[in-house]
């Protein structure tokens, strides 16, 4: 399924866009380009026509950022107890 239901052609083939590139990048380099994506929409909702969706947009890249943190920080607490 497609973690934006407006832009489903990124799922195409079966698998999430996203889920590539999480899988590709290190958690770091994921929330850089997470960050960047967000702060694309943001700067631009006021001036592309369609404020709203910008603004979906940007949400889109900042929850999948806060999975990410959320993740690291379940990885880090599960090496800390071994």
Known sequence: MSIDPKSSHYDAGGIETMEILRAKLTPEQ???FCL???LKYLSR???KGD???D???AGIYIREMEKTISHT???SRKREKK
């Open 51 to 53: 404020f709203k969706r």
């Open 30 to 32: 994921f929330k850089g």
């Open 36 to 38: 960047g994506n967000a």
């Open 45 to 47: 909702a006021n001036f």
């Open 73 to 75: 920080k379940v990885q």
């Open 55 to 57: 603004i979906e947009k």
